[in-house]
C-alpha cells in the first residue's frame, strides 16, 4: 500500500491541537497504553490474522471461525495467566483481548457477560463455589435464557414453569405452549452446554414468580442435548451472524432441586418457599447493564464517526468553477451529517464517565444497606439506554449515508456497526417501554417535588419554579449557561405539561386509562429529560476539568455545537414549550453554521483522538492511511463469487434459459 | 397450521370498509385480478417454491438460486408468448411475475431495466435491430456501466476513456487509474457478457465529454472473460446478495467504431464528431428513473406497515389491572408506530400518481417538440425521490423496531425490505445532492415569479404574496383546507427565507461561495417543498375522486392524519416560519391523538387493502392468517447451523480449548 494519503495528512498537521491530549483525557495514561500494546500482541499473532475478511464469509464460516478465534484467545489469555477470576478481575485486559481478536461479539459472549455473573449474583456461597470454575474454564459454558417466542419485555408474562417435586427433590422444567418456547439467548443454539433458565416456581399449585434455575443442556463430553430437551440454532437475523442465538423447548426435564440459585429466594427440600432479599436490589443488575448500553453505544457510533469523517477528507467531489473537486468534508451538508456524529460521541463518552460514577456511588450506598438512591439510578439508566441508542442509531445510519455508494458496502465497515447497534433498541428492555419507565419514575418524583421533598442531583430540576428566567427571554447571544437553562426548563415543562395532562384527564377516568390516553406526551417528557442530562454531564465533565488547553479549548467548542445542534433538533418543542422565541431559534441556526465551520479543520484530528486502530475499525473506508480505494478493489477480489471465473450457475440455469429463447430470434 | 388467529380475524369483522373497494382504488379491478391471477399461477409451480428459505441461504446459495429462478421465469413467459417485446409491451406482467416469482431483485435487473431501454433510448434504429433481440432472448446479457470506484453523483469526474483510432475505426476503451475502474454496477460481477459502457470519448487528443459504447465482456458461448478486460463480483453488501454488482477494468480494450450508441452524438469513419439531440432530453430518462423510485419506495413501505400492523394486532404485552395482556396495537406508542407508516404510504401511493400522470403529460409535449416543461419535471422528481426514500427508510425502520426483539430476525422480512430500500438514498442521484439540484432550480423559479412570469402548476405557490391568510392566524381548529394553505406557507416561507440569505450573502462574496454557505437553508427549502407536493397530490387526489363513500371517509381520515403528523413532524420549521404559533401546534398534537384513535379500528383493513399476498411479504409476523409463532419457531429449525445436532467447531476448537484450561480447575 501507499503512503498516508495527502489530504489526511494535510488534515492532521493542520488540527490546533495533539490527538493524544484528547485520547488521554477519554481513556486515561495507562488503559491507552495497555490498549495499543494488547491490539498490537493480538495483530502480530498469526493465529488471529483471518478475522478481518468476516464480512465475505458465509453464516457458517462466521460461526466457526469465530470459535476458533475465542479458544485462540482463551490459550493467549492462559499464557499471560489471565484465567482464574476472568469475569472480573482482569475485566480490562479481558475487554481489550476480545475487541483486538474480534469484531463486534462471539457466541460465548453470554457465557462471560451474563451467565457467570448471574451465578455470581444469585447464587449461594456453595453453588459459586460449583458452578464459577467451571464457567471459568468452560467446562461449563452457559447462556441466560430468559425470553420467549411470545414474551419478552414484559417478563412476568413468562410461562415456562418449574414445577416442585417433593418426592424426588426435583423441579420439572417445562415448556406448556409454542409461545413458551425460550428463543433469542445468544450462544444457546449449538455452543453452550449449560443455561440459566428463568421460570415461574410452582410448589403444590401455587406459583411463587420467576426465579433462575441451572439446566444442562447437552452432554459434557459428546455435546449431544440431552433428552427431554430440543434446542437449535434460532436462523439468521439483521446482524449478529456471529451468534447462535436459539431457542429451547422442555419436555418435563428433571433438574436436582439444588440447581436453583437460591441467593435471593430459597426452596426448602420439603417445598417450603422463602425469600431472602429486596426485591428493589434486582433494579441495580438492569442499570448495571443498561449503564454498559449506555457505555458501549458511544464506542460504536465514535467507530462510525471515525470512518465517515477520514473518508470525506480523502473523497473529492463536485468540480467547482476552478475545475477542483472538493473534499466533501468541505461540503456543509457534508459537515452535518459527520460533526454531529463527532460531537455526540464526546457527549455520549463523558455521559458514561458521570452515569458510572452515579452508579459507584449508589452502589457504595448500598453495599451499606441504603437503598434510597436506586429508584434515581433506575429512572436515570431507562432514560439513558434508549435516548442513547435511538440517537446512536440515527447518527451511524447517517455516517453510512454520508459515504455514497460504497457506504451500502460491507467494505465500509458501518453496515456491521449498525447492525451492531441497533438491537441495543430493542433488547435489555424495549426503549418506548424504557422511557415509559422512565416517565412513571419522574412523574413519582415530580410528586416529591411538589411536596418539598429534596430530590437527588439528577432529578432537581423538577423542584424549580416554572419561570423563564429573564437572561434566557432576552438573549440574543447564548453562552453555556443560558443554553443548558433552556434544556432545563425544557425538560422540566415537558415533565409538567403531561403531567397535567394526566391530571386533567383523571378528572374523568381512572389513572390507568389517564396514563394510557397520554403515552406520547410521557415519552416525550422522558425524553426532554434525557436529553437535558446528557447535556448537563457534558457542560459540567467540561467545567470540572483541568485538561491540556487545546484540548479542553476544542472540546467546549465540541460540547457548545452539541448544545445548540439537540435544541434545534427538538426545536418544535423548545418553541412549543415556550423556552425560546423563533428569532431565538434562528439565531442558534446562525450560530450552529458558524460552529461547522470552527470545528471543520479539527474533525479528523478529533476522531483521530478515538484511537481506534484499523484492525477494530475494519474498513475500507476509514483507514488511518486513507487508502481507500485500493482497499476496495482488493476487498471486491476476494469475493466468494470470484472463486470461479464462470460461476456454475452458467452452466446449470443461463445456458438453458438461453437455449430455450434462441428460437425466438 | 392453525385457522386464522382470532384477533386478525375480529380486528377485519369490525372495520368500517371494505378493504377490497380500497384496492380497487389503489390498482384498479383489471390489475388487481391479472396481479392476484399470477401470483396463484406462480405459488402453485414447485419450481417456485424455494424462494421464501432466501433468508436463510449463504450469497453463492442465494445468486444461483436466482438465476434458476430468473430461467425458470422467462420459460414461463415463453408459454404466454412474453418473450418478444418483453421490456415494453408486457411491462406490467412482467413486474408481477418477478415480484410473484421471487423478492426483491434479481441478477438480471439491470438488464432488463437499464440495458435494454439504454440501447432503446440511445442506440439508432440499426443499432436497436442489431442488439436489442439479443438481448430479449438473453443470448447478450447486459449491465450498464457508470460509476467508478472514485466517481457516482458527479458524472464529468468519470476517468474511463474512449480514444477513437481513426486507422482501425476502432475505441480504445481504458480504466487510466485505480478510481477509474467501474465499481457497483448490476449483473456485471457474474451474470452480464455485454455492458454499456460510459467513457469520456477522445478523438484527436480533444475530450468530447460522456457518452455510451456497447462492450462485450465474455465470451458468448464459453462465458471467459475477454482478453483486455478484469472484472468480478464486488463482494458482501448490506443487502442486494442476490445481485452481483460488479467491478471493471479495461486494458486497451478495443471495440469497433459501430459499437458507439449514435442516437443522440456520432463518429464518423474518419473521426468527425456531431451531436444529434437537445442534451435537456436526457433530464427526462433521469427524471423517469427518479418517479419510479417514488412508486417503488411506496410498495416497500406499504408491505412493512402491513407487516408491523398485522403483527401488532396479534402481540399482546404487559398486563393491565385486569390481568390481561391487550394486543400492542391498543397503545398510544405503538399506534405512533405503524399509523404514520400506513398513511403514508397512502400518500406515496397517490402521489405516485399524480406524479406520472405530469409525466405523461410532460412526455407528450416533448414528443410534439415542446421542452418547456422538462425543468418542472426535473425539480418535482430530484425533490420527491429524496424526500419520499428519506421517510419510507425511516418509516420502516419504525415498523421493524415495532415488531420488538422479532423485528431484528430476518423472520421479520422487514429486514430484508429495509435493505433493498435504503439504496434508494445513495443511488440514481444522491439524495442531499437532489435536493440541491432541487434548490436551484426553485432558485431559478422564483426568480421567474418575481418577474411576474407565469409558472407550472406544481410551482405557482411560489407566485404568491407570503401575507399570512387571517384564517390560519386565527384557526382553532384545521379543516383540510386550512391545513394545505399552511403546508403551502411553510414552502414558501422556507424558499424565501434561503433566497434573501443568498442575496445578502452575494453582497460580500460570489455566488458559487453564497451558495455553498447556505447548503443547509437550501436543503431544508428543497424539503419543505417537497413535504407540500404530497400533501396537496393527496388532498387534490382526495377531492377529485368519485370513490364508494366508506372507502372514501377512511381515507379522507388517513389524509387528516398525514397532513396534520407531517406539520407536527417538522413544527420546527413551521413555528419558526410564523406559521404556526405554539398554541395551534399544541391543538394539532390534541387531533392527532384523536385520529389515531379514529384510525385504530381500520388499522387492518387499511393494510389489507395493499393486497400483498404472504409470498410477496415473506414474513413469519405478518402472515395474512396470524400465526406467527408456529411460523417462527419452523424458521428456526430450518437454520443452517441445525444441520448438525453438534456443530463441527465443537470437536475441533472447543474441545481443545476446554483441555487446555481444565488444568486450572
Not at 590 to 605: C, D, G, K, S, Y
Request: proline share 4%; charged share 20%.
Amino acid at each position: 500500500m501507499s503512503p498516508v494519503n495527502p489530504d489526511l495528512a494535510r488534515e492532521r498537521k493542520n488540527a490546533t491541537f495533539n490527538p493524544e491530549d484528547l485520547s488521554i483525557i477519554l481513556y486515561g495514561k495507562e488503559n491507552l497504553e495497555l490498549r495499543r500494546k494488547i491490539f498490537k500482541e493480538i495483530s502480530e499473532d498469526p493465529n488471529f490474522a483471518k478475522a478481518k475478511m468476516f464480512p465475505t464469509m458465509s453464516r457458517d464460516e462466521v460461526y466457526e471461525e469465530a470459535v476458533r478465534i475465542f479458544g485462540a484467545l482463551q490459550r493467549k489469555m492462559k499464557e499471560h495467566g489471565y484465567v482464574k477470576g476472568c469475569f472480573d478481575t482482569y475485566a480490562l485486559q479481558h475487554y481489550y483481548y476480545k475487541n483486538a481478536a474480534f469484531i463486534g461479539t462471539y457466541p460465548f459472549s453470554v457465557h462471560t457477560d451474563m451467565y457467570a455473573p448471574t451465578i455470581k449474583g444469585q447464587g449461594t456461597d456453595e453453588q459459586i463455589a460449583e458452578f464459577l470454575p467451571k464457567a471459568e474454564t468452560y467446562q461449563h459454558i452457559g447462556t441466560y435464557a430468559q425470553t420467549e417466542l411470545g414474551h419478552g419485555t414484559f417478563i412476568r408474562g413468562l410461562e415456562t414453569t418449574a414445577t416442585y417435586d417433593k418426592n424426588t427433590e426435583e423441579f420439572v422444567i417445562h415448556s406448556p405452549t409454542i409461545t413458551s418456547i425460550k428463543y433469542w439467548p445468544g450462544g444457546l443454539g449449538k455452543t453452550s452446554n449449560y443455561a440459566v433458565v428463568m421460570a415461574q416456581l410452582i410448589i403444590d399449585g401455587k406459583n411463587y414468580g420467576l426465579h433462575p434455575f441451572m439446566c444442562q443442556l447437552r452432554d459434557l463430553k459428546t455435546h449431544q442435548p440431552l433428552a427431554g430437551i430440543e434446542l437449535g440454532d434460532i436462523n439468521r437475523k439483521f446482524g449478529y451472524e456471529v451468534v447462535d442465538n436459539g431457542y429451547l423447548r422442555f419436555f418435563h426435564y428433571r433438574i436436582p432441586r439444588t440447581n436453583m440459585l437460591m441467593r435471593n429466594a430459597k426452596v426448602s427440600k420439603d417445598g417450603e418457599f422463602s425469600r431472602q432479599a429486596i426485591p428493589q436490589v434486582t433494579y441495580l443488575t438492569m442499570s448495571y447493564v443498561r449503564m454498559g448500553i449506555v457505555q458501549e453505544v458511544a464506542t460504536l457510533l465514535a467507530q462510525a464517526a471515525t470512518i465517515a469523517t477520514r473518508y470525506s477528507a480523502v473523497r473529492r467531489q463536485t468540480a467547482n468553477s476552478q475545475g477542483i473537486e472538493p473534499q466533501i468534508l468541505d461540503y456543509q451538508t457534508q459537515q452535518m451529517k459527520v460533526i454531529p456524529a463527532i460531537c455526540t460521541s464526546y457527549a455520549f463518552f463523558f455521559n458514561g464517565f458521570e452515569v458510572r460514577k452515579i452508579y459507584d456511588s449508589v452502589m457504595a450506598a448500598v453495599e451499606k444497606g441504603d437503598v434510597s438512591r436506586l429508584p434515581e439510578m433506575h429512572s436515570l439508566t431507562s432514560g439513558l439506554k434508549a435516548y442513547c441508542s435511538d440517537v446512536s442509531c440515527d447518527l451511524v445510519e447517517i455516517c453510512r449515508r454520508s459515504c455514497g455508494g460504497h457506504g451500502y458496502s460491507n467494505a465500509s465497515g458501518i453496515t456491521r456497526i449498525y447492525q451492531l447497534l441497533v438491537p441495543c433498541c430493542t433488547f435489555e428492555g424495549e426503549n418506548t417501554v424504557l422511557y415509559l419507565q422512565c416517565a412513571r419514575s419522574l412523574m413519582k418524583f415530580l410528586g416529591k417535588a411538589q411536596k418539598g421533598e429534596e430530590l437527588p442531583s439528577s432529578l432537581q430540576f423538577l423542584g424549580h419554579l416554572p419561570d423563564v428566567p429573564p437572561e434566557l427571554m432576552s438573549a440574543v447571544k447564548f453562552d453555556m449557561s443560558t443554553l443548558m437553562t433552556a434544556f432545563q426548563l425544557n425538560a422540566l415543562r415537558s415533565v409538567l405539561h403531561v403531567a397535567s395532562e394526566l391530571q386533567t384527564a383523571q378528572k374523568k377516568v381512572n389513572y390507568e386509562t389517564a396514563w394510557n390516553n397520554n403515552l406520547q406526551g410521557l415519552v416525550e417528557a422522558a425524553k426532554m429529560y434525557s436529553v437535558y442530562l446528557v447535556a448537563k454531564f457534558f457542560v459540567s465533565a467540561l467545567s470540572a476539568s483541568q485538561w491540556e488547553s487545546r484540548a479542553k479549548a476544542v472540546l467546549t467548542q465540541v460540547c457548545e455545537f452539541y448544545l445548540v445542534n439537540n435544541i434545534l433538533d427538538h426545536s418544535g418543542t423548545f418553541l412549543q414549550n415556550d423556552v425560546l422565541n423563533p428569532s431565538q431559534a434562528s439565531l442558534l441556526r446562525t450560530r450552529r453554521i458558524e460552529l461547522l465551520a470552527e470545528l471543520r479543520p479539527n474533525a479528523v484530528a478529533l476522531v483521530d483522538a478515538f484511537d481506534y486502530p484499523d484492525r477494530l475499525l475494519n474498513s475500507c473506508l476509514g483507514r488511518y492511511d486513507g487508502n481507500v480505494y485500493e482497499a476496495l478493489y482488493e476487498y471486491a477480489k476476494s469475493s466468494s463469487l470470484n472463486q470461479h471465473q464462470v460461476h456454475p450457475s452458467f452452466h446449470k440455469y443461463v445456458k438453458p434459459m438461453r437455449e430455450t429463447l434462441k428460437s425466438q430470434l
